[in-house]
């Protein structure tokens, strides 16, 4: 843990589910009513960033659904985290239930919801039983208010906000055609906040402490902490708490990795971008800097590429995947990923056709903005930095040839 | 200027879109459309409403500009 200006943060105290008394002793009561008034200017001034991939503004999404609720939104709590590379999620549900119920509370009474729903992975079970026994104690406080734990269905695109919205009314999670956008119209026709568990968790923790404390933290021009998953080439993966702005090398280093025979790092997820190592080392993680050099902190993910890892296979696998999970709802989306991962998979196995490396680079650049959701988006543009970064291996793959394997074998 | 609209989950890739209004919509390797440029100029505004009007599925449509 990277230690943040002395003030207790999320993961701090003990390992294990947090009761509502530790809670309260570790960081004190709900601020009184007067001082969260005005929590959504709080939040806007924070520059909090939402922190379930698209990195939206958290002030004003809540202000947005503010305007138009009149007293009749809903808040629906997101933690499907479908992403696979992600743990923080399950692991903020698990152990920190009560902070988040305190976020819910906030953005229900910030944004007039008369509903609050938690929407939590099917396969996230210790975080499921967790939020259940946290909000049976925590029911009152809720007052006249619906409260409803659902569970997401284990799918890539479940914890997409439409997908959310078209899973609460009628038990399918695939996402639907925007506008109306969930803000807009929502659960039963009502504006509704989807935000993600450590949006909330964060938005609890600056009601508590005020947004010059929440900026005053973070590296740099970033302001503010986030939690990252770290996986892959490291002696010590999983959660961690980090100032905005930390690199990826610190991040890596705390993991127990030394840099050495690094090849590339994911960021972001199977939603964001390859980054080679030497791109990767120094980046700072955090939404501008990393927006402008054309990658995204998405979900905060960090995982190490090996030098040993094959970025064809890897890239392959992930395609695959991505195509896996379409909604199957948007015909760009279903033929053009399927298209892709078998092709990907041919240049994997060292069995290409003719010009699937050419043609897997044109369906990706056709794909963009083709779907209802961003789906396709965030699979070809991780597609894209695959063939940036692993350019020399997939030119090599095309000619039958895997460099990591002949790597192997003249060592 | 006037925009086409498409709703992705609709559209089945019928390609009668690309036949009416061949000066925005090519089709894919798997016969779904492919929007050169979304605004419409005045020019090809009749083939447009002509490749909205045979849409069997209804999932190609204009958007007006928002009213100043």
């Avoid at chain 1, 701090?12 to 008034?37: F, I, Q, Y």
């Avoid at chain 1, 305190?102 to 039983?129: C, K, N, P, Q, T």
């Avoid at chain 1, 947004?211 to 998953?229: E, I, K, M, P």
């Amino acid at each position: 843990m990277i230690a943040t200006a002395g003030r207790p943060l999320i993961f701090e105290g003990v390992p294990g589910p947090e009761t509502l008394a530790v809670h309260r002793k570790r960081l004190g009561a709900l601020p009184p009513a007067a001082r969260r008034s005005d929590l959504i200017g709080i939040l806007e001034a924070s520059g909090l960033q939402g922190r379930g991939g698209a990195g939206f503004p958290v002030g004003r999404k809540w202000r947005s659904v503010a305007e138009r609720a009149g007293g009749r939104a809903v808040v629906l709590v997101n933690g499907a985290e479908g992403e696979p590379l992600s743990v923080k999620d399950r692991s903020l549900m698990t152990t920190r239930p009560h902070l988040l119920v305190d976020g819910a509370l906030l953005a229900a009474d910030a944004v007039g919801a008369e509903e609050v729903i938690f929407y939590v992975g099917a396969e996230h079970h210790a975080a499921r039983a967790s939020m259940s026994r946290a909000l049976a104690e925590r029911k009152p406080d809720f007052g006249r208010r619906r409260l409803r734990l659902l569970q997401a269905p284990t799918a890539y695109v479940a914890g997409e906000e439409t997908a959310a919205i078209n899973f609460v009314q009628s038990g399918i999670a695939k996402p639907t055609t925007t506008p109306p956008r969930p803000f807009e119209r929502g659960v039963r026709g009502r504006p509704t906040l989807v935000q993600n568990v450590e949006s909330l968790a964060v938005a609890a923790l600056i009601a508590q402490y005020g947004d010059s404390w929440y900026r005053g933290l973070g590296r740099g021009s970033a302001s503010g902490f986030g939690l990252v998953t770290v996986s892959g080439a490291v002696d010590r993966p999983g959660i961690r708490e980090i100032e905005l702005g930390s690199s990826v090398a610190e991040v890596a280093e705390a993991a127990g990795s030394t840099g050495s025979a690094l090849q590339a790092v994911l960021l972001g997820g199977y939603f964001g971008a390859f980054a080679s190592a030497d791109e990767a080392w120094d980046l700072p993680l955090e939404h501008a800097g990393m927006r402008a050099r054309g990658f995204a902190l998405g979900c905060g993910v960090v995982s190490l590429i090996s030098e040993a890892e094959c970025g064809v296979t890897t890239t392959s696998r992930i395609m695959a995947y991505m195509a896996s999970q379409s909604a199957r709802q948007c015909g760009p989306c279903v033929f053009g990923l399927a298209a892709i991962a078998e092709a990907t998979a041919r240049l994997s196995a060292r069995r290409a056709h003719g010009d699937d490396l050419e043609r897997i680079a044109r369906w990706g650049a056709q794909l963009t903005g083709r779907g209802a959701c961003r789906h396709p988006d965030g699979a070809v543009g991780l597609l894209a930095s695959a063939l940036r970064v692993f350019e020399e291996e997939f030119v090599a793959h095309q000619r039958g040839r895997c460099l990591r394997q002949l790597a192997r074998r003249a060592a | 200027m006037t925009t086409i609209e498409i709703d992705r989950i609709r559209c089945d890739g019928h390609g009668l879109c690309a036949e009416l209004l061949p000066e925005l919509i090519a089709l894919d390797d798997w016969g779904y459309p492919l929007l050169k440029d979304r605004a419409v100029p005045p020019a090809v505004l009749a083939h447009a409403r002509r490749a909205v009007d045979a849409c069997p599925v209804l999932a190609l449509g204009l958007k007006q500009p928002a009213q100043v």
